[in-house]
């Protein structure tokens, strides 16, 4: 059992800057692809953001491609989200997944992760 804790949440200005991370209980490399999602109130989840075990591969939603960034620190088991320009469509909460095997076409899909963090408020002010 994985358990994933997310942190760097916040509340921030129009155009402001933060940088989430999600530190996992066991080591990740070569065994987890890692993802950001968000959900704002009275939406569903969505994917944010995908990387790969190596973090050869990531993949952004159209909403935040530019803006934010993923990477992942294997040797600290830790997967980072920097969001820069941010905007007040981006508040929602946002979670952490770990999933052992997710078709990189269906990234986005919140089903296919085994694990999941407790989330991080975001609130962008305009």
């Known amino acids: 059992q994985v358990q994933l804790v997310e942190s760097g949440g916040g509340l921030v200005q129009s155009g402001g800057s933060l940088r989430l991370s999600c530190a996992a209980s066991?080591?990740?490399?070569?065994?987890?692809?890692m993802g950001w999602f968000r959900q704002a109130p009275g939406k569903e989840r969505e994917g944010v953001s995908y990387?790969?075990?190596?973090?050869?591969?990531?993949f952004y939603a159209d909403s935040v491609k530019g803006r934010f960034t993923i990477d992942r620190d294997n040797s600290k088991n830790t997967v980072y989200l920097q969001m820069n320009s941010l905007a007040p469509e981006d508040t929602g909460v946002y979670y952490c997944?770990?999933?052992?095997?997710?078709?990189?076409?269906?990234?986005?899909?919140?089903?296919?992760?085994?694990?999941w963090g407790q989330g991080t408020q975001v609130t962008v002010s305009s």
């Open positions: 997944a770990a999933a052992r095997s997710v078709a990189v076409t269906s990234w986005a899909t919140w089903g296919g992760y085994d694990y």
């Open positions: 990387i790969s075990f190596t973090a050869h591969r990531t």
């Open positions: 066991e080591t990740l490399s070569s065994v987890y692809k």
